[in-house]
């Protein structure tokens, strides 16, 4: 069997159209645009790539892009819990993401649970993810949701499938699995203790990995015909000296021989992340000014 190339690029496109065709309408009835305010402290190369690329997304979809560069030496803890109180407090920010990793000197924690859970776009407040597990409305986190999309759109109804995520993070593994519960998936979280990781992949109609480890799922781990979702996205050795590539963890080579679909990396889940955030800035909009959207997204 040779997989359907799952692509999760024009996926987002469509996603991203579909935002933008719902913020003009709610621009036009409510007189503002949604605001999202992203909030990057220091110079990691790859987090200045994603929040410029967040920003272009964000005003490409008609919403105000509202950026806060900080610097790691000078910025307290202190200063930064300061910011997000302002944006919490502000009318004009519908959304805020403070992009991760920070700086070692700072607690994650204690500044992402600063953040209003009704602001919070990327679903990362524990309030957000007892929502999430308790079936109430808030934010789910991007990249879970975005895959979720994905299969949706592969399987439509995914009722009574066998769901193997592998990876247990706050940011994607647990929130996957309980999207998959959601809809109604018999679901297996597994992770670094997972005895016979191998066979307990072979059980599942559907893999979500995610564990940031390069091609580590292999073609003869699958069910012939499942349907792969690889979120990893890892730097590896080029076969030219000095170059480097980017890979999953999913062996696309021998996978895509045993799946009957499969996403790439890149061009998979990665575009979905950004599509998804602009959704969540624009329903985190509409909820605080009741405007009701003619396509839920
Ligand atoms: N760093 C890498 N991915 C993400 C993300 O989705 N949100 C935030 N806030 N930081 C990240």
Not at 172 to 182: Q, R
Not at 217 to 242: Q, T, Y
Request: overall charge neutral.
């Amino acid at each position: 069997m040779t997989a359907r190339i799952i692509d999760g690029k024009a996926a987002a496109a469509t996603l991203r159209t579909e935002v933008a065709v719902e913020v003009a309408r709610f621009t036009a009835a409510t007189g503002r645009a949604p605001g999202l305010a992203v909030v990057l402290v220091g110079e990691d190369p790859a987090s200045a790539v994603y929040v410029r690329n967040k920003g272009i997304a964000t005003r490409e979809a008609g919403m105000l892009s509202f950026e806060h560069k900080l610097d790691a030496e000078t910025t307290s803890q202190a200063d930064l819990l300061a910011l997000v109180d302002r944006l919490n407090a502000d009318p004009a920010v519908d959304g805020i993401l403070v992009q991760l990793p920070l700086p070692p000197q700072m607690d994650a924690d204690a500044i992402l649970t600063r953040i209003d859970p009704d602001k919070d776009v990327d679903g990362f407040h524990p309030v957000n993810a007892g929502r999430l597990a308790t079936g109430l409305p808030g934010f789910v986190p991007c990249t879970p949701y975005g895959c979720l999309l994905l299969l949706r759109a592969e399987l439509g109804n995914l009722s009574g499938k066998s769901a193997v995520v592998i990876g247990r993070s706050n940011i994607v593994g647990k929130p996957m699995a309980m999207l998959l519960l959601a809809d109604s998936c018999t679901v297996t979280i597994a992770h670094s203790r997972t005895k016979d990781l191998p066979a307990v992949v072979r059980q599942a109609d559907i893999v979500v990995a995610a564990v940031g480890r390069a091609e580590m799922v292999k073609g003869d781990w699958l069910k012939p015909g499942a349907i792969v979702i690889d979120v990893g996205i890892n730097r590896v050795p080029a076969s030219e000296p000095g170059k480097t590539r980017l890979v999953g963890d999913v062996d696309f080579a021998s996978a895509s021989q045993v799946a009957s679909a499969i996403t790439p990396v890149p061009g998979g889940v990665g575009p979905m992340t950004i599509a998804c955030l602009i959704r969540n800035t624009l329903v985190s909009a509409a909820r605080r000014e009741n405007f009701k959207l003619e396509n839920p997204l």
